[in-house]
């Protein structure tokens, strides 16, 4: 599998990065290790991972889970520099302490806490999973309202937290330094005072990014060109919707929409199973069809063809599903799919 650095950094990583939300939830440890075996085998040696994980529902009792699960799996298989990992301390808008939001301190403790679960001496990427000031991610789009933010104080917590991250790269328990649902401005301030300040420029940005949502393609994409910056783009495959799996309201057993309902929830994938998404998933699946594509396979490498640096994030359940994703990985979509695709989106954007 191809290699590619995380923006200006030196760390290398696979082209495809394999994403552990599920792990110690709906996917059991055993499971876990056996993609996790797989992926490697494939060259996918970049796991990316969270201290809030397993998700679906996130649970006090359950935080930290997902990392220590690839902890355990780190002891017993031993992969040293051969695997790359990135995980994430949990913003304000999540479930752990009590939504409080970090500062430099708190990234601290994080870290160390994150080294021990995972059973690692460094970091490869740690990101700042949500902005304290807010953010628009996750269906926040249509009630975002930026005009009580205090500019001074959002800059002052960047100096606080990048100063935290500075240290913890001068100890060497990381090697870079990341985002996550972060705006084309936040991207920007972020790198701005790292210069200022001599700590570690962002050399990544954790966003959504699918056929279904691309919010990305414009300011953030200029600004990730101009700052060397890698989109490390999760729900590829909007949240399985792309796959078809969920079409004519289906709900498999098992699946992340079935397990949310099972927990209480509404299992409509955060917002993502709407009337208009369902539509544009038949359009989706018609235009596989006709250019010889498999909807999986073709979601995921129409990413690595986008005029910015992309690591898509690919979460599968099972193992039996991430076999199925590696057989496609590697065909190129010729210039005839890339138009059908470039219409597919001009008839369905913004569907969610």
Request: hydrophobic share 40%; glycine share 8%.
């Amino acid at each position: 599998m191809k290699r590619v650095n995380l923006g200006g950094s030196d760390v290398e990583v696979s082209e495809i990065c394999l994403g552990t939300m599920t792990f110690g939830n709906q996917t059991a440890p055993e499971d876990a290790f056996a993609q996790m075996d797989r992926a490697m085998d494939a060259g996918m040696t970049f796991f990316d991972c969270a201290e809030m994980y397993p998700v679906n529902p996130v649970r006090a009792e359950t935080v930290g889970r997902s990392e220590q699960i690839i902890g355990e799996w780190v002891a017993a298989r031993r992969p040293g520099d051969r695997m790359q990992i990135a995980t994430k301390i949990t913003g304000p808008s999540q479930m752990v302490r009590d939504g409080a939001p970090f500062d430099g301190a708190t990234v601290t403790a994080c870290i160390e806490a994150s080294l021990r679960r995972l059973q690692v001496e460094r970091i490869d990427l740690y990101q700042l999973h949500w902005p304290v000031r807010g953010s628009y991610a996750f269906r926040q789009t249509w009630t975002y309202d930026p005009s009580k933010q205090d500019r001074a104080a959002t800059i002052a917590h960047m100096q606080d937290v990048l100063a935290a991250l500075k240290a913890a790269q001068a100890a060497g328990k990381i090697r870079a330094a990341g985002l996550s649902n972060e705006s084309a401005w936040g991207l920007t301030r972020w790198i701005d005072v790292a210069e200022q300040i001599g700590a570690p420029r962002m050399a990544a940005i954790q966003n959504e990014y699918s056929l279904l949502y691309r919010p990305f393609d414009t300011d953030l994409a200029e600004a990730a060109v101009n700052e060397d910056v890698t989109l490390l783009s999760y729900s590829p495959l909007a949240a399985g919707l792309l796959t078809g799996k969920y079409q004519g309201g289906t709900l498999p057993q098992g699946s992340r929409a079935a397990v949310d309902k099972a927990h209480g929830g509404q299992g409509n994938l955060g917002g993502r199973r709407t009337e208009r998404a369902h539509q544009a998933v038949d359009l989706w699946l018609k235009l596989c069809a006709e250019h010889g594509w498999d909807p999986v396979h073709l979601a995921i490498n129409w990413q690595l063809t986008r005029p910015f640096k992309v690591v898509p994030i690919i979460g599968t359940t099972t193992d039996t599903q991430l076999a199925h994703l590696i057989e496609g990985l590697g065909r190129v979509p010729d210039d005839t799919t890339l138009a059908a695709i470039a219409q597919f989106h001009k008839a369905t954007a913004m569907p969610y």
